[in-house]
């Protein structure tokens, strides 16, 4: 039975050829800690971190919810006030990928014109402290498109 665990069979495959009853089958593998998940070490965590400070820069687009004024739960007013057309802020990001250096802008819209000004302000930043952008990771295949485009 350990043999047939250690060269990796599922316990209905070990039940099969051992015909063993099962809590004897599982007590014996927990006592020798032949557990699938204990008979190899996890696979190592992929990380990846670019050599040098400004070399890549991760951007991406929040959508956030804005509330416009506190709800039922907050005043216990008893009754459910519902408020229309509070409407979205969007949360700009750009984080360095060496030094974590993170740059954020809440603007009112996600088109490309806001999406392509936040980068051009965030790319002023590492040029302040001497250093210059290489490559950028977006979190979306393209930027935002405008809706009148």
Known sequence: ??????????????????????????RLLRRHRLRLAQLSPPPPVVRYE????GELLHFDIKKLARIARTGHRVTATGSAITVRGAGWEFLHI????HS????????????AQS???FLHT?????????????????QRLLLPRSRHA
């Open 50 to 53: 670019r050599a040098h400070p």
């Open 94 to 97: 750009a984080i360095d990928d």
């Open 115 to 117: 999406a392509i000004a």
């Open 100 to 111: 974590r250096l993170a740059f954020a802008q809440l603007l009112p819209d996600e088109t």
């Open 122 to 138: 965030a790319l002023l930043l590492p040029k302040a402290r001497r250093q210059s952008p290489a490559r950028l990771l977006r």
């Open 1 to 26: 039975m350990l043999a047939l665990r250690r060269r990796r069979l599922p316990g209905f495959q070990i039940a099969r050829a051992d015909q063993a009853f099962q809590g004897l089958r599982l």
